[in-house]
């Protein structure tokens, strides 16, 4: 994928002064994520998300849904922002939103799909660590943690 170097934008998640995690984001074009055939597509693209490890696998004392299901949501939610800003710009809306996951991140790859996300064509990819499982989940795809 190709990324918009100049337009990445940090989120600190937290309670009060106290952070729970971070996630960075920008704009990136890439394959269609069914379709390698497909003309290259723009993306919300999570470059890196965090969550404390104290808040890893705990829920918020309030809704009782999972913490990091709330910060997933939320980048779910600024990722149909920015594809209005897109369409209002008068560019094409965004795919969806993507990210890469090591393909030993059994843990991480199973808290993205209940979350929506889905493999995309052409994985695995190679990366530094080894590799990687490129994910994608459509602007509007249901959430399996918030489904009744």
């Not at 069914?34 to 003309?39: E, G, I, N, R, S």
């Not at 969806?96 to 052409?122: H, I, K, Q, T």
């Amino acid at each position: 994928m190709r990324v918009r170097a100049d337009a990445v934008n940090p989120f600190h998640f937290g309670i009060g002064e106290q952070v729970l995690g971070y996630a960075f984001t920008t704009i990136a074009s890439g394959p269609h994520p069914t379709d390698l055939l497909h003309p290259s597509v723009d993306f919300y693209m999570i470059m890196a998300l965090a969550l404390d490890k104290a808040f890893r696998g705990s829920e918020d004392r309030m809704s009782g849904r999972r913490n990091v299901d709330i910060l997933l949501e939320f980048l779910a939610a600024r990722a149909v922002e920015a594809s209005d800003e897109q369409t209002a710009a008068g560019l094409a809306g965004l795919a969806g939103s993507a990210l890469l996951v090591y393909a030993d991140n059994g843990r991480a790859r199973r808290v993205y799909e209940r979350n929506g996300f889905v493999p995309m064509a052409g994985n695995p990819v190679e990366r530094e660590r080894g590799q990687a499982i490129r994910l994608w989940r459509p602007l509007h795809a249901p959430y399996e943690s918030t489904r009744v």
